[in-house]
C-alpha cells in the first residue's frame, strides 16, 4: 500500500513539474557524473556503475524526446578518462560499443527521426568504438527531428585550441583572411560538427562545475545550469523536470530583465524625442518577447497622453 501511495504522489508531482516546464530548452546537455560512486556504495565495482548509467541515458534521451527538447548532448567520455585504469577504460570501450550499437539498432531512434553524432577528438578512440562510431551515424544520418551529440574523447579547452590553431593554419597559408574570422566560421571549426547553442547545462553526482563542457556553445549563450545531488545512475524523471523549471525560471527572469531596460531606455529618448522614442522602441519591439513589447507600447502611449497635455 504505501508503495501504491508513493508511486501516485510522484506521478502527480512529475505532472506538476510538466505543466510548470512547458516550453523547455531546445539543446540540453549533461555532465552524467557518480556512476563509479553509486556502484561503489552499493558494494559493486566500477563496471557495475557505467552499466547502470547507460541504462540512465537510455531514459533521458525518451523524456527529452517527450518534452520538445530537440538536441541532448552527453559528456560520456572525457579526455580525462584516458588516465583511469586500463580495465575500467577497456570496459567503457565495450560499452560504448554496445550502447552505440543498441541505440542505433533501436526502431524508436528511427521513428524519432533522431541523429547520433560523435564529438571530441574520436581519432584517440580504439578502432572498435570508431567502427561502433561510424555505423550509428551512418544508420542515423538521414535523420533530422532530434540531435542526440555524444561527446567521446571531449575536452572543452582541447577543443577550442585545435579550431584557433585550424584557423591559425589557414591564415598562414593565405587561404583565410583574418577580417572573414567570424563566430559562424569558428563553429564550422569545432569538430566539423554544427551544434546549437546550450540553453541548460545538468551536472548530477553533487560536484557543482561544468568542467569546461561545450564552453563555446555554452558558456557563450549563458546557459542556466542545473547541480544536483543524485549520482547519474540513480538520476530520476522528477530531477529531470526540476532542471527544466531552472531552466524557465532563469528565462522568466531574463525576459522581465530585458523588459524592464527596454523601457527605460524609451522613457529615457522619449524625454528628449519623442518621435526618436517610437523608433527606438521598434527596434526593441523586434528583438523583445509579447509581455515586454506590450511594456513598452504602454510606456510610450503614456509619454504620448503626457505630451498632448
Known amino acids: 500500500m504505501k508503495q501504491w501511495v508513493n508511486r501516485q504522489v510522484t506521478r502527480a508531482y512529475e505532472r506538476l513539474l510538466r505543466r510548470e516546464g ?69 570496459h567503457l570501450y565495450d560499452l560504448l560499443c554496445e550502447k552505440l550499437t ?45 540531435r542526440l551529440n555524444v561527446a567521446l574523447a571531449y575536452g572543452g579547452r582541447n577543443e577550442l585550441l585545435r579550431a584557433a590553431r585550424d584557423v591559425l593554419d589557414d591564415v598562414d597559408a593565405g587561404d583565410l583572411d583574418p577580417d572573414a574570422i567570424d563566430t559562424d ?12 547553442d546550450v540553453d541548460l547545462i545538468i551536472r548530477t553526482g553533487g560536484d557543482e562545475r561544468t568542467s569546461n563542457f561545450l564552453p563555446w556553445h555554452a558558456n557563450g549563450n ?35 530583465t530585458r523588459s524592464e531596460r527596454g523601457a527605460a531606455i524609451v522613457r529615457a529618448v522619449a524625454e528628449t524625442e519623442f518621435e526618436e522614442a517610437r523608433g527606438v522602441a521598434g527596434r526593441l519591439r523586434e528583438k523583445l518577447p509579447g509581455a515586454a513589447a506590450a511594456e513598452i507600447d504602454a510606456e510610450l502611449d503614456a509619454r504620448g497622453t503626457e505630451s498632448a497635455d
Open 22 to 90: 512547458a516550453g523547455g530548452p531546445s539543446h540540453v546537455a549533461i555532465i552524467q557524473d557518480g556512476n563509479r560512486r553509486y556502484a561503489r556504495e552499493r558494494g559493486g565495482d566500477a563496471a557495475e556503475g557505467h552499466r547502470a548509467g547507460a541504462e540512465t541515458t537510455e531514459q533521458v534521451l525518451e523524456w527529452c524526446q517527450d518534452l520538445g527538447v530537440k538536441e541532448l548532448t552527453l559528456y560520456a567520455f572525457s579526455t580525462e578518462n584516458f588516465k583511469r585504469p586500463p580495465e575500467e577504460r577497456e
Open 102 to 146: 543498441s541505440i542505433a539498432d533501436n526502431e524508436r531512434i528511427h521513428e524519432n527521426g533522431v541523429a547520433i553524432r560523435a564529438i571530441g577528438e574520436i581519432d584517440r578512440l580504439p578502432e572498435r568504438v570508431r567502427g561502433a562510431i561510424d555505423y550509428a551515424e551512418a544508420e542515423t544520418a538521414d535523420h533530422a527531428s532530434f
Open 185 to 196: 566560421l569558428v563553429d564550422d571549426r569545432l569538430y566539423g560538427r554544427e551544434v546549437r
Open 222 to 256: 549563458e546557459a542556466a545550469a542545473y547541480f544536483c545531488a543524485p549520482y547519474w545512475p540513480a538520476f530520476s524523471k522528477i530531477d529531470f523536470l526540476r532542471s527544466i523549471r531552472t531552466y524557465q525560471s532563469r528565462e522568466r527572469s531574463w525576459q522581465r
